[in-house]
């Protein structure tokens, strides 16, 4: 199984960037995937979810300003994320939560 994210940078607050991620080794079309972050000397935060029918979930902070999709074609996964904010500043990882399985992350840094 493995995850390969991207997409990540400087970016000042009220600004977008779209992560992407690449996975392998697994039946991505059936596979329930989400996005989490860790912020410096904080854990790990769940951020949003989607389902392998599409249905997507969102925790409340990001909820109207980030968008999960699914290319399944691809077998990748993107966070469309807007009006970034500086406490949006974090590693973020994509993977399979139920299995604690996560890629390697991509810093996301949001500042003036």
């Known amino acids: 199984v493995q995850f390969v994210e991207s997409g990540g940078g400087l970016v000042q607050p009220g600004g977008s960037l779209r992560l992407s991620c690449v996975t392998s080794?697994?039946?991505?079309?059936?596979?329930?995937m989400s996005w989490a972050r860790q912020a410096p000397g904080k854990g790990l935060e769940w951020v949003s979810g989607?389902?392998?029918?599409?249905?997507?979930v969102y925790e409340d902070s990001v909820k109207g300003r980030f968008t999960i999709s699914r290319d399944n074609a691809k077998n990748t996964v993107y966070l469309q994320m807007n009006s970034l904010q500086p406490e949006d500043t974090a590693v973020y990882y994509c993977?399979?939560?139920?299995?604690?399985?996560w890629g390697q992350g991509t810093q996301v840094t949001v500042a003036s």
């Open positions: 989607i389902d392998s029918d599409g249905s997507s």
């Open positions: 080794g697994f039946t991505f079309n059936s596979s329930a």
């Open positions: 993977g399979i939560r139920a299995l604690s399985a």
